[in-house]
């Protein structure tokens, strides 16, 4: 390796590395790491090609990333232009969509993080451990970590956000069932344990930017839920709050003290707009940098366009057309397994989807997960059993409405199950709102629960953003007690098979509870689950070194502009 490649990544390693980039470095030095380990750690931490290539050749692989033929030199400086569809509140606790959650993550950050290949990393904690039965974890934070004002984080910050995000009663972060307020405790200036209410052997993701309501704030902000964007969305993220006009524009600007090194960006403008399409619109009017994520369709005229760069990431994000199993003309189990036998699955995913997407079998066990069965039997269409089911079930003339919201490609998915139950003689009609009506309560002040269209028509397509475990998808989507329970799905069985798989450690068990719940849904199809989507969306050709994220983050630390 010639001195100057050397010298550029010395430099790099004690001028603009962090603390996690060089740890990276130090076990692929170390031997920890493979080749294409350290290309996926390395990019994940926004690690140019060019530095990734001449490190590998410094360990005897030179060439190993084949694309780079000399280093590239990161440029600092500029601002970049992000649009975000509009959203509701910016509050941790309360945060509910994409929009909200994508720019409250730029200054907000997480104990940990699950990487795009569904792998815990650390982030504001370094490290981990469980006590025997995995009930007790504690967690090791960062020290030097410093929130936006310059005030250091400790335990007593991570404590206070996480009593808020099991103690307030709107809190939308699902932690509840986990532990409770009184379960998170200090153990020492940087240290925190969680004392669970049974044991999870994957505790670790569920403190990560997928529980996307988790950030880490400020002792006196978080012991009032409500004040976080009123004082500022004080964070420890690589961007600071400068001026916020809530549902319309945000001005960030770099945090000079980021614990994980200096962000080559200046800083990042926010804008909302109403809708996607008008981002498809705005990006291509040199209006905004980066959209947050797009449709398929309107990806596709972005590809084979010098001027832009087009991203697809697999994830395990998918769409739940939840039916009623209480009451209403869905309750009948045979008349559900009907519905979800009219699909032409491969063909759907190829049709909406662009083939975006992989196929799903009505659950929620992604191909990605390390826990997902791999032998449970794929449903396919079979409009004639679908026919016969309805005659038992007496439903002949089954007719009924698919409740949804205008955003991305719900209507088309919509419109799909429409034609394909009509082979079937199914009557499907399409109810399509907008966000806050879809997901506010009906009336206006009425009790959330029994009144927000999502959570009680007779069926609901509703999206739900990607998950390094399937935790939170039981917990809430699928078990009796679940708050997003939008099936009313109850089913003492399913609950006790869950509880196993949540307390399991070993991937064996995890599988061997997933594949008795698989079976459990399929028999009583509360929901139907078409596809998990691929993450697409666009930028600017000129935009280095950003990796999107299945949940919707936008994360820019390490990305910069050429």
Known sequence: MDRETRRAIEEYRRSEAGPLENNVIDELFAGELDRGEFLKRGAMFGISAGIMGGLLGLVGEAGAAPAVQRLEQVKRGGTIRVGLPAGGSLEPYLLNDGGALALSGIPGEYLTFTDPQG?????????????????????QLRKGVRFHDGQEMTSRDVVASFKQYVGAKESNAGLSPYFDAAGVSAAGKYAVRFRLKSPIGVFPYLVSQTTYQAIVQRASDAARPGQWVKRGMIGTGAFRMRRLVEKRSAELVRHNRYWGGSPPLDGVRVTYF???????????????????????????????????????????????????????????????RAVALVVNRPELVQKVMLGAATVGNDNPFWRGFASSARDVQQRKQNIQLARDLLRAANASNLKFNVTTWNFLDHTDHAAAMQVYAREAGIDIGLEVMDVSKYYDAEPAGADYATTTPWLNRTCTLTEYGARGVPNIYLTRCYMSTGDWNAAHYKNPAFDSVARTYLSAAEIAAQRTATKRMAGLLLRDTPVITNYFINYVTASTSKLRNYVPEGISHVRLMKAWLA
């Not at 792998?119 to 967690?139: C, D, G, M, Q």
């Not at 947050?292 to 990806?299: F, G, H, R, Y």
């Open 274 to 336: 109403t809708g996607s399409a008008p981002l498809v619109l705005a990006l291509r009017g040199n209006q905004i940098d980066l959209a947050m994520q797009l449709s398929p369709q309107e990806v596709e005229p972005f590809k084979n366009n010098s001027r832009f760069k087009t991203y697809s990431l697999p994830t395990a994000a998918h769409r739940q057309l939840c039916m009623r199993t209480d009451e209403g003309p869905l309750r009948d189990p045979r008349v559900r």
């Open 119 to 139: 792998r815990i990393r650390p982030w504001l904690a370094t490290s981990w451990k469980p006590n025997a039965n995995a009930t007790v974890w504690t967690f």
